[in-house]
């Protein structure tokens, strides 16, 4: 690279200005705030968690809060649908079962 760049002082031409889409340092951070806890788990399921964070290059913590923050997103889910389903047989006349 021994080329020295050239400069002139020519006319760049128009340009158009870029409004800034580019988030906030606020918006950057974390949505959900984590809160450190003591927990016991089983020596096979710990070793199995750290197994699949190498294999990954993960830490193991953070697919173990994966996999919660998955479990309880899919429980509430289940819950609004049950709920739902539940309204929707009170409106119609009829009683779940279940």
């Not at 128009?14 to 340092?25: G, M």
Request: net charge positive; charged share 30%.
């Amino acid at each position: 690279m021994s080329k020295q760049i050239q400069y002139s002082n020519e006319s760049i031409g128009e340009f158009k200005l870029v409004t800034d889409f580019l988030p906030s340092p606020s918006e950057l951070a974390l949505k959900n705030k984590n809160t450190k806890i003591t927990i016991s788990l089983s020596s096979d399921s710990l070793s199995y968690f750290k197994d699949v964070a190498e294999t990954h290059h993960m830490q193991y913590q953070k697919i173990i809060r994966q996999l919660l923050d998955e479990y309880v997103e899919n429980q509430r889910k289940m819950l609004t649908k049950k709920s739902s389903c539940q309204d929707k047989s009170r409106t119609l006349g009829t009683t779940d079962r279940s």
